[in-house]
């Protein structure tokens, strides 16, 4: 892809035996390499994640990283961080962050991503739009041809007040992409799932793309009830997949 500059591939044979929990703390930990002492650090969310916040706890307590600030981007991640003893701050103190590393839901061959399966998009949009560098950290099922193309939904904040108004407008909007949205609902229950501020959110299921991207992001954005969508458009900088064949490093 020409937005991608430059390629790196770390080949050396990976075991055969490692599973998809290897895979990203594999990508985890190379990430953590660009982590440097005195750095503000956005921390992500999600199981690809917290392997990166626990690696940068380890590096700071056998004194190979110092002065580290942690800018969390859940309330998850805010309590992994404080139990492992890593200083936090916020974007209020801290409005430029100068590296977030963050797992991602899709990836497409532009580094554009689709997050907020596991809820967080917002403060994670927040957090690592305002990152100097944001480097993402997948396995290799991560990536996608087209951004809503692998069966999953792309994500949509939403405030709780008339939600089915709102869910119907998102629908709407997609549906030539044959749009199926769908309210989150806590696993198990029927009641909406909350996020960490006080919102909703709307699943967009798409039986095809969405075309321009650009342009969907705007749409969904200009709808009264939208507050954010997982759709993150050109905020990526650098890509780490770990893969049965080695560990890639991409940069835009
Ligand atoms: C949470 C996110 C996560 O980064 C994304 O869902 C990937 O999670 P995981 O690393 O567990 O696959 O966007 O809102």
Redesign the pocket.
């Known amino acids: 892809n020409p937005l991608v500059t430059s390629s790196v591939v770390d080949d050396s044979p990976l075991p055969s035996n490692l599973t998809q929990d290897d895979l990203?703390k594999l990508a985890a930990y190379k990430a953590v390499e660009y982590v440097k002492s005195g750095m503000v650090v956005g921390l992500?969310?999600?199981?690809?994640?917290k392997h990166a916040v626990a690696r940068i706890s380890e590096l700071l307590r056998q004194g190979k990283l110092r002065d580290i600030i942690g800018i969390p981007t859940?309330t998850t991640t805010h309590e992994q961080a404080v139990s492992l003893g890593i200083p936090l701050s916020d974007l209020d103190s801290h409005p430029v962050v100068d590296l977030s590393i963050?797992?991602?839901?899709e990836v497409d061959p532009a580094l554009n991503l689709v997050?907020?399966?596991?809820?967080?998009?917002l403060r994670?949009k927040m957090v690592e739009g305002a990152s100097k560098k944001f480097v993402v950290i997948?396995d290799e099922s991560?990536l996608v041809k087209h951004l809503g193309g692998s069966g999953l939904a792309v994500?949509v904040e939403v405030v709780p007040f008339c939600c089915d108004f709102t869910r119907g407008k998102l629908e709407e909007l997609f549906r030539e992409a044959g749009c199926k949205a769908k309210l989150r609902v806590k696993s198990g229950g029927e009641t909406a799932a909350v996020t960490d501020n006080g919102n909703f959110v709307v699943d967009l299921y798409l039986e095809r793309d969405m075309g321009d991207l650009e342009a969907a992001s705007e749409a969904i954005l200009r709808l009264p009830g939208v507050v954010e969508h997982?759709m993150f458009l050109g905020i990526a900088t650098t890509l780490i997949v770990a893969g049965k064949s080695g560990v890639t490093v991409k940069d835009r």
Do not use: H, N, Y
């Open positions: 990203k992500g969310t999600g199981s690809t994640a859940s963050d797992g991602a839901d997050k907020g399966r596991g809820g967080s998009l994670e997948v991560k994500p997982g």
